[in-house]
């Protein structure tokens, strides 16, 4: 900004000199060019041409402007949820992996948050490090194992919640599936939630991000934060102070597009005084209940629970086998789970969709291309949890880029023709 | 019978008793069952010889079935190719090997261990045998050792563990001319692209009467069906077929024979060819090409010598297929597979990643898939802009020239 200053001054110095009186300015000028040798004038010149060249315009430039005209978020098909960040072939999580789902075409990019020991929230899936980082290399680390339960399970690793954010920071991220590309092992770290937020306002077009309340119930009971907040409080807050608002398809939203997601369907109530963000409830296997209320799945899925759910939830997220169940690695009879949300004006977010074979049921033809046709051709999703953002967004755009490109070309018919009618 | 105009007399005389009636009824009943079964003269579109079916597609890369939709269904056989020609296959590949007694048969291996269950059969336990197939020796039940009667009491069973299973011990080993007959009797043109598997070691094994080979019966079961004419001529286009083989002298014996298209497949860069042990070097040399072109309109090389992998990673591209372009060799390529193992990291374990490569960056002329419907939807999915937009261009200014007169 100097240079804008200098060259303001400069102009300022050259209209003084001009409104001198003219004798005077003559005098002066014709002084300074018989005064001036050869060199200090073409130095001057010289100099005249490096401000000229580097100098800024007064107005601000495009890329500066606050108010810069970004692709908005598409909202006529089901949203493209990078589960993870492109983690089918970076590391999950991590920046590059945010970065690489961007540029795959994700709507959205999502995120499990979870707490470092000193109330940092940090972008990261499971509460132990132990599957997706190098912790075990650390000698200075290998005290810190330690054995708690975990939604009512003994779980025994290095936990997120025994590091500091300095101490996680120095760690690095590995590929967490045998089958995934691991050039990338350790080379990456661990993010933190307001790192997350920053890759999505500042992509080139709007990327909603898509963060997960995650083990609240444990969270809460390792980490406390000053002023009795507790992790939901923060979570809120980090949202807000990057200006994350407004209620769903809002004008306010639709800059900033959020889902806050959760297992935990009291975090999820108890947010909703806070801020009025969208929210998804996630919905784990058969077998398994909340967290924080101990409710099976039948019971929250039940037409009962979404009755009283939808106030507080815009969509559920279920896992997809639970959906349409599976036998011997063929889809049987769909449930009728999506029509029942649909019918509560609840939007459906399966996850998780991945190109590997072995996730692929015989239905598919280990087509990853095939299996997404099914989910929203036939089964009618709103939005899915994918490991390959890229191969989504492939599907999504070859095959509805038909309709596009006709709408427009009729469009286009239209207009040629409407002249020849008047 | 009463005649017509008889009958018309007495009933305007009111001159009909019960049984004329009945009679008459009878007649007209008769004349009604006849009108509606019978056949008019000419014959109807789906018996006619000269029925007008879709086309071969030839404006794209060819979407090769190998070996039928074998990603899915047990390979080379009669369901395998339907659903291969449901899922849109250009082509239907097959391996042609012999049985005992000298029939043709649709059959990949030379053994029948992988993909049958062959030995689930006590009366056959003692067939086993070990014979030497292109320089290496081989222990297991060879086809050229079973009758055609026997291998037809075979069930065919997916080979690999990763695949569905649940046909395995359905379907049985068809022969050359039943493949044939799959491709004819299709509802649109499909092209055939058979193989002469194996010819040294078949030659050894299998006696023809009157002192023909196998190539010689490989080729007259193709004629005996209709099959001729040279690449994208009016015969062919309407019976397309490619010949293929790793063996360069069964393909230039056979070309005074017919001078339908042949390609000459190439293996790994560590394998010779079977009756002329030359090198991957050798059959892949400029000269080389020079001196095949004259036998073969294209070649069928292993995808991964043509754009060699390291660490799952592919390297820089050979010049092999720029080199077969020069020389006006198409380029097919073997095999493509969706299942990440199959799928090197460049392509983030996504199939249609890599065919959009091959297409559309090493730019080859047809593709060898066990995966027919990808590559189908991908062909399908890609380039339909291009067609949607001209037929509607097209329809534009057909709109718009009777107001510019």
Known sequence: MWLRKVLTSYWFICIYVHSAKEQQRVDLTSRAISMANPTSFSLVIFLLFVIGCTARPIYPLPSQDDYRIRQPLQTFRPYNIAHRGANGVIPEETRPAYLKAIEDGADFIETDILSSKDGVLICFHDVTLDNTTDIAKYKKFENRKRTYEVEGVNRTGFFTVDFTIEELKSLRVNQRYSFRDKQYNGKFGIITFEEFISIALDADRVVGIYPEIKNPVFINQHVKWPNGKRFEDIFVKTLQKYGYKGSYLSKDWLKQPVFIQSFAPTSL?????????????????????????????????SDKYLNYIKNYVVGIG??????????????????????????????????????ENQFLHFNFSQDPYKEYDYWINKIGVDGLFTDFTGSLHNFQEWTSSDTKTESNILHKIALLVSPYNN
């Not at 996630?282 to 929250?300: C, P």
């Not at 889809?331 to 977010?349: F, G, I």
């Open 269 to 301: 109530v108890y947010i909703s005084n806070q801020t009025d963000l969208p929210k998804v409830f996630l919905i784990d296997d058969v077998t398994v209940s909340t967290q924080d209320t101990n409710q099976s799945y039948w019971e929250i899925t």
């Open 318 to 355: 279920p896992w997809k086998d639970t959906i349409v169940p599976v036998a011997k690695n063929y889809l049987e009879e769909p449930s009728d789970l999506v029509a029942r949300a649909h019918a509560h004006n609840l939007q459906v977010h399966p996850y998780t969709y991945r190109n």
